[in-house]
């Protein structure tokens, strides 16, 4: 077991032992932010205090007093209120390092009690192109995913397309009356979304271009496909069929798969059993000829997302369930997909990444799910993972140069090319082809990191510069330091296998093999901070502080040229950097090349 395992579960029985009613699940160890006071620390025992109204330093001596981690730590400190601050032996570190090398863990564990985690992302629209904002959710999504399946988590990916809805109305009116077959042959996606433009622009009565007619076909065809027209029908299934190809493109790029993607029409012959259910249980009521989900009065109004306030008094701001017309809403399948996920996969918890402008959706979503199943909403936690906005260098909303919103694939396709240029400047000799294959995993990997870095609920402003820069907190950054660390072993010509066995074992000596030691010991520690929080953007953090640890050891500790013992050591520093950088990075969806 890793040294902060064993510590965390000595600690546990040690809370335990002195106070046998308290659920010691929480009682967690962290790293120490400063080394200073050591490798390790747990703030566990202040909030155990807390919540028993005890003494919190009279707590903490007693636990460590049936604490025995001699084997792992120093003396174990307590500090301030009663934080307890662990420092590992040097022996130790040297012990998780070695069987590190041999390949028996990565400074990380498999969660001991493994969930079910379904995971909603990327989930874009049909008939119209993916844009920067569903590639944070696809990017985000993934990394989860990714995160939560290497700690041994059973995850379940479901893209919940958006094929339902209004806009099919105005795309079998603009479909039937102006669609250009060639253009459609070219890019359906770009004439699916002139014609939607085109339709939708005379459906709205509050612009000029407003006109009657097309509106109420608009609104005919729509009630002839939810009536199931053949040739309606017909129509939607092409247009379905046509985005799914720009989709499946992208995410091919991407290096993204989902398990399920059921998109928003799999739901609609539940939708009216869901509404009278609402009904019936006087969850939904009607108001002005529609069905909708009021506040029930149970929570303090700030906390209730049925209420809004206005003019200093609480307002009803109630969840539509069915429109006045009949036609349902975004919620009321989401209600039915909430109901199949967990009687399909039996998770304990679903995860929702969206734009931050969905918040109010899903708090009266998840809301409204634990009025109408009561005895369900126990068993699953459900979360919402809001992101914020993408920025263009103007501070508004990322936008092409005439205004339109910037395409996926326009994006992809300009970081591949900016990074080509830049592999280009540095390696002219290698040949095309192979630069254009560096280029790829340099420019994809440069616009994932880009996404993920920042802490996901706040905007940030895109830059090709800085996402490029081979100096920074970037991904060609960290795919160059791994890159460096391969060109130690091809240079010295050393086989991997002389790493994987260490003959001397492993005595750190210099303070920066030390600090660099320590910091690969937090690898797992990050990973779980990430998974908890859901926030990948902690694992970018850990990864650019490992590589700047790593320039520290490698400026200040010889390698090829060190004497036998230290050599080999040190190799075994260069070579757990490397997996660990590695590791992370694709986490992260990020590739790594071994040259660049
Ligand atoms: N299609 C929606 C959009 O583009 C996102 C759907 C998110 N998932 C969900 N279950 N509501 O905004």
């Known amino acids: 077991m890793l040294p902060h395992k064993e510590i965390e579960l000595r600690l546990q029985q040690a809370a335990h032992a002195v106070l046998p009613a308290a659920d010691v699940a929480s009682v967690l160890v962290r790293p120490c932010p400063d080394p200073k006071f050591g490798d390790y620390q747990s703030a566990a025992i202040m909030s155990l205090a807390k919540a028993h109204k005890l003494n919190p330093r009279q707590l903490a ?53 493994p969930r079910t985690v379904v995971v909603d992302f990327s989930s874009p629209n049909v008939a119209k192109p993916m844009h920067v904002g569903h590639i944070r959710s696809t990017i985000l999504g993934d990394s989860l995913t990714r995160l939560l399946r290497l700690l041994g988590h059973r995850v379940v990916t479901d893209n919940h397309i958006g094929d339902w809805g209004t806009q099919f109305g105005m795309l079998l009116v603009g479909w039937k009356t102006m669609l250009d077959r060639a253009a459609l042959e070219r890019d359906a996606i770009a004439e699916l979304e002139r014609i939607y433009r085109a339709i939708n622009a005379q459906c709205d009565a509050n612009q ?30 092409e247009m379905i069929r046509l985005s799914q190809i720009q989709f499946d493109t992208i995410y091919g790029r991407l290096g993204v798969k989902f398990d399920h993607a059921l998109g928003e029409s799999f739901y609609n012959p539940r939708l009216p059993d869901i509404v009278a259910q609402l009904m019936a249980q006087s969850i939904a009521r009607e108001s002005e000829g529609a069905k909708c989900v009021f506040s029930d009065g149970t929570l303090p109004p700030k906390e209730d997302p049925f209420l809004i306030q206005r003019d200093g008094e609480w307002q009803p701001n109630p969840q539509l369930i069915q429109k006045r017309d009949g036609g349902y809403n975004y919620a009321t399948t989401d209600l039915a997909t909430i109901a199949h996920r967990l009687a399909t996969w039996q998770p304990s918890e679903i995860v929702y990444v969206t734009d931050g402008r969905q918040q109010l959706h899903f708090q009266q979503l998840f809301a409204t799910f634990r009025r109408w199943h009561p005895e ?221």
């Open 61 to 113: 001596t007693e636990v460590v007093a049936r604490l025995d981690v001699s084997s792992w730590c120093e003396k174990v400190e307590i500090a301030g209120a009663g934080f307890l601050n662990f420092r590992l032996r040097p022996d130790v570190l040297g012990a998780a390092l070695e069987s590190a090398a041999r390949g028996e863990h990565l400074f990380f564990a498999k969660a001991s009690q």
């Open 208 to 237: 000029p271009t407003y006109n009657a007619a097309t509106h109420g076909a608009a609104r005919a065809e729509l009630v002839k496909l939810q009536q199931g027209d053949p040739e309606n029908l017909a129509l939607w299934r």
């Open 376 to 596: 369900l909403a126990g068993r699953v936690k459900l979360a919402h993972v809001w992101f914020g906005s993408i920025l263009g260098d103007d501070g508004k909303p990322l936008k092409t140069r005439t205004g339109e919103n910037v395409k996926l694939a326009d994006l992809l396709d300009e970081a591949e090319a900016r990074a080509f240029q830049v592999v280009s400047e540095k390696n002219s000799a290698l040949p095309e082809a192979e630069r254009r294959a560096i280029a790829r995993v340099i420019g994809l990997g440069a616009v994932k990191y880009a996404d993920l870095l920042p802490n996901r609920q706040s905007d940030y402003v895109f830059n090709w510069d800085k996402i490029l820069a081979l100096n920074g907190n970037t991904a060609p950054y960290l795919q160059y330091a791994y890159a460096r660390i391969q060109s130690i072993f091809r240079k010295g010509e050393i086989p991997k296998s002389e790493v994987g066995d260490p003959a001397v074992a492993i005595r750190l000596a210099a303070p920066e093999e030390i600090a660099l030691a320590r910091h690969l010991l937090n690898f797992g520690l990050a990973l779980e901070a990430a998974a908890e929080e859901y926030r990948p953007n902690f694992i970018c953090t850990y990864l650019f502080e490992l590589a700047s640890h790593f320039s520290r050891f490698f400026e200040n500790c010889p390698v090829l040229k060190a004497e036998a013992a230290d050599r080999a050591r040190r190799l075994v520093l260069c070579e757990l950097t490397a997996r660990v950088l590695a590791q992370g990075l694709e986490i992260l969806g990020i590739e790594t090349v071994p040259n660049m």
